[in-house]
């Protein structure tokens, strides 16, 4: 069983940047009031999104960009790891990623998507994703994590 953990992405330029602030959660195992932080790369320039996903194996979503625009959604797990997640913003904008776990353990995913045909949305998700990151070179560090410079998309 996991926890939702989807959402941020970085690609560092060399600027200071101011880290995020992820939400408080508790980590409840096999609960539905279980509590992960999320962070994800939006589509335009230097938008990112943060909040939380709560549930297990399946729940609801919500977080805020740097613009004030509130977004809600819901996850859930498909099997072998793989997992989906929608959502709707209060701009009108729409998305859908599938996201794969990075550690079983704590729950902490990777996943990608689309926004209303927008453009391409990178998040992380869990109680380990800045040391995740941190690991693969990336940071979660405000506007450096989703600047002008191109998200590498694999």
């Known amino acids: 069983m996991r926890l939702l953990y989807s ?3 970085a690609v560092l330029s060399g600027q200071t940047a101011t880290a995020l602030d992820l ?3 508790a980590l409840i195992p096999g609960s539905p009031d279980s509590c992960s932080p999320i962070v ?3 589509p335009g320039d230097d938008t990112y999104l943060v909040g939380r996903a709560i549930g297990w194996d399946e729940g609801t979503l919500s977080g805020v960009t740097n613009d004030g625009v ?3 959604g819901t996850w859930r797990v498909t099997g072998l790891g793989i997992g ?3 959502f709707a913003c209060d701009d ?3 998305g859908r990623l599938a996201y794969t776990y990075q550690d079983g353990e704590t729950g902490t995913a990777s996943g990608r998507g689309l926004v209303s045909g927008f453009g391409w949305l990178e998040a992380w998700s869990g109680h380990n994703i800045e ?3 941190d690991a693969s070179g990336r940071h979660v560090d405000g506007e450096l994590m ?3 410079a191109p998200m590498l998309i694999s």
């Open 70 to 72: 509130s977004c809600i």
């Open 92 to 94: 009108g904008l729409e």
């Open 84 to 86: 989906l997640a929608r």
């Open 131 to 133: 040391q995740f990151l």
């Open 7 to 9: 959402i941020a992405a």
């Open 23 to 25: 939400p408080d959660c």
């Open 40 to 42: 994800a790369c939006m």
């Open 146 to 148: 989703c600047g002008a």
